[in-house]
């Protein structure tokens, strides 16, 4: 048992997430990337200058994310009637209307989690650069690691795309604002969780442990 | 083959922190020693909870298809929609892109999804003869769609806030779209209790 604990240390030994099969990641270094041999699941993905680069676009996420959740996405018009919707204003109605639990889940998944996933990033990226407070770094991972799959926005673009064919026709319809910084921040956001490699993160905060 | 479990090892399944398992203290809680998750070397009871996940949410589908999601009220009049109804509604108006988009969404991915679980369940408990390779591609499909069922509930929020025109016209929430709701989060429960490791360890039985 000794033998091969002192071993994985030497020889990087990692087991896949997926199939547990025990895979020598020294194998793959020069590719960057290592996919499980068994199943295909991706053990590794070394992104290239991928602190820097998950800053820049989640700071940037979080300047666009209160004009794309505050600012009216459309703007509906009947009968000389008009009424605009926002992100925020969704859930409001929905509780208005007694949907806690719908309210709930909605807000969750399209106000909440990708705020957090947005200062999660930042924050954890700018500590590990900043080598400062591991134990902040380790509770902003693990959030990350626990919330990143409530974060919905793609489909959320998909439903603002279904209700603009949809309600086209019924009445006068008008993009607002808030639709275009909702698009900036969706991309923004696919392309921070894309760069962000949470691997190199706790490698370093556990350099920074020892 | 050499698998974590046959030669003591655990992966945290928070960090991916390959690390020592203790054989003789079993019973004792273990906490990664990188970001102090419990550490086990697969997710404990995931069988039965991904089970329980996926039986409750099947009953869920029951009133999530019953009960109206949505009622459009157009100048005082309008009578509630179904998802299906709903659907077909879209599809008599000349929108068949978007009844198609509606229906995969809302109502073959939640019923692909449990009986996707389902299908996995019964071939890791030995009574359905499914390949490795077939497992885990079934599982990935599972994860990557498992997401876009919340789609109606995002459709039912936006379209609620944008046509409340008072007399005029307004669209309301209706009950099933709560129980929907409920399906959505049970379905994504029961894929994330899956431990996907399960399917790999008939090849490889584990030492103790």
Redesign the interface.
């Known amino acids: ?1 000794d033998e ?2 002192s071993h ?1 240390q030497r020889c990087r ?3 896949c ?6 895979v020598d990641l020294r194998r793959f270094v020069s590719l960057g990337r290592a996919d499980c041999p ?3 699941a991706t053990i590794a993905h070394h992104k290239q200058d991928s602190i820097n680069r998950t800053l820049a676009l989640s700071l940037t996420g979080l300047l666009l994310y209160f004009p794309a959740v505050l600012l009216p ?2 703007n ?1 018009k ?2 000389g ?6 992100l925020v ?3 409001f ?2 509780i208005q ?1 007694g ?1 806690l ?2 309210a709930f ?2 807000a969750l ?2 106000l909440v989690v990708p705020l957090y996933i947005l200062i999660g990033l930042f924050s954890a990226c700018l500590l590990t650069r900043l080598r400062a407070w591991p134990s902040l770094q ?1 509770l902003l ?2 959030g990350h ?2 919330l990143k ?1 409530w974060g ?1 926005l793609d ?2 673009m ?3 795309l ?2 603009i ?3 086209k026709d019924q ?1 006068e319809l008008q993009m607002g604002l808030g639709l275009y910084a909702f698009i900036a921040l969706l991309l923004l956001m696919l392309l921070a969780q894309f760069q962000f490699d ?2 190199e993160c ?1 490698e370093r ?2 350099d920074l ?1 020892q | ?5 046959n ?3 655990g ?1 945290c ?8 398992l203790n ?1 003789h203290a079993a019973d004792i809680r273990l906490h990664c020693c ?4 419990r550490l086990h070397s697969r997710i404990p009871n995931s069988i039965l909870r991904t089970w329980i996940f996926t039986l409750i949410g099947l009953v869920m589908m029951v009133p999530a298809n019953i009960y109206p999601v949505m009622t459009v009220v157009y100048l005082g009049s309008g009578e509630p929609d179904t998802i299906l109804s709903g659907v077909i509604h ?1 599809a008599q108006a000349g ?1 068949m ?2 009844a198609i ?2 229906f995969i969404a809302s109502i073959a991915v939640p019923l692909i999804k449990l009986l996707g679980i389902m299908l996995l369940l019964f071939s890791i408990q030995g009574h359905w003869h499914l390949s ?2 077939q497992c ?1 591609l079934l ?1 990935r499909v599972i994860q990557f769609i498992g ?2 069922s ?2 109606d ?14 007399a ?2 307004t669209i ?2 209706g009950s099933g ?2 129980a929907f ?2 399906v ?2 049970l379905t ?1 429960f029961a894929a ?1 209790s899956f431990d ?2 399960l ?3 008939r090849e ?1 039985p584990s030492n103790g």
């Open positions: 048992m091969i604990s994985s030994l990692q087991a997430h997926q199939c547990d099969l025990l068994r199943c295909g996405v459309m509906f009947l009968l009637q008009t009424h605009a919707n926002t204003s969704a859930v109605k929905l209307d949907y639990w719908m889940l909605v998944c399209s380790v991972l693990k690691y626990h799959h919905m489909v959320y998909l439903g603002v279904v209700a064919v949809k309600m009445g949470s691997r706790w905060l556990e442990q | 083959m050499k698998t974590g479990r030669t003591g090892l992966l399944s928070c960090c991916r922190k390959l690390q020592q054989p990188r970001c102090g998750s879209l929108m892109p978007i988009l509606v490795q390779r885990t599982y997401r876009w919340m789609l509930l995002f459709i039912i929020s936006i379209l609620v806030t944008l046509v409340d025109l008072g005029i016209a309301n929430a779209a709560s709701a409920g959505v989060v994504l994330l996907p490791r399917i790999w360890d490889a």
